[in-house]
């Protein structure tokens, strides 16, 4: 664990630095050690922990962290919860697939199939709620962002950027390319976890148009 970095967020967070064990970690802390943290905020390459100031003082709550590296999950608990995910692409749902396909000098066809050919991973929820960033595509789909952001995206929309899927779980602005929609509810105000997606879920993208 010699990449394992810990900094203190003001005067009532940590914050690991775990280059690609972020989303085990956090699983670390929130199962073994929930307890201890008021909040668990993983990121891609970090996550982020809240702690309560009379609770624990900053060296209790780093010695805390620091003992829940070496705690290994039980038996179960390092098989990540996989969702599948029927995605109509292209066309309206997806306006700019045909656009990153020829960029791409690839059929769109071909583009797709990359796309549902190997689970992804979500490594975060940001920067609109419950907006998923999932990692595991290759990174020869070589995807800018648009040069225009839209104001208005729809939830349950796909978006792809280098190496990266993004899923829109609400309606919002943003500035991913959009390569297709999905009809799941991703959202559910009345469910004691209201989002769908959550960090360390597997995800399986399935052509909702194939034959």
């Known amino acids: 664990m010699s990449n394992t970095l810990i900094t203190f967020c003001g005067d009532d967070a940590l914050r690991l630095y775990v280059p690609d064990r972020a989303t085990r970690f956090a699983r ?7 307890g201890c943290w008021a909040e668990v905020v993983p990121g891609r390459r970090d996550i982020t922990v809240q702690f309560d100031p009379h609770a624990h003082t900053p060296d209790e709550a780093m010695q805390i962290l620091t003992t829940a590296l070496h ?3 039980q038996h179960g608990q390092e098989t990540a919860q996989t969702v599948t995910i029927p995605v ?3 066309g309206e749902e997806g306006p700019d697939l ?3 396909a020829a960029n791409l000098n690839l059929t769109e066809d071909e583009v797709v199939a990359r796309l549902v050919e190997h689970p992804l991973q979500v490594d975060m929820l940001g920067f609109t709620p419950g907006f998923a960033y999932m990692s595991g ?3 020869d789909l070589e995807i800018p962002r648009l040069a225009q952001p839209r104001q208005q995206v ?3 929309s796909i978006g792809l950027i280098t190496g990266q899927c993004g899923l829109y779980a609400l309606p919002g602005p943003g500035g991913w390319p959009i390569i297709g929609r999905t009809t799941l509810s991703l959202f559910d105000a009345r469910a004691e976890q209201p989002f769908r997606l959550q960090p360390g879920m597997r995800v399986t993208l399935v052509d909702a148009g194939a034959p």
């Not at 670390?28 to 929930?34: D, K």
């Open 71 to 73: 705690v290994p999950l």
């Open 98 to 100: 045909a656009s990153i």
């Open 28 to 34: 670390v802390c929130q199962l073994e050690a929930s």
């Open 88 to 90: 109509q692409f292209g």
């Open 154 to 156: 729809p939830g349950g």
């Open 137 to 139: 595509l290759t990174d």
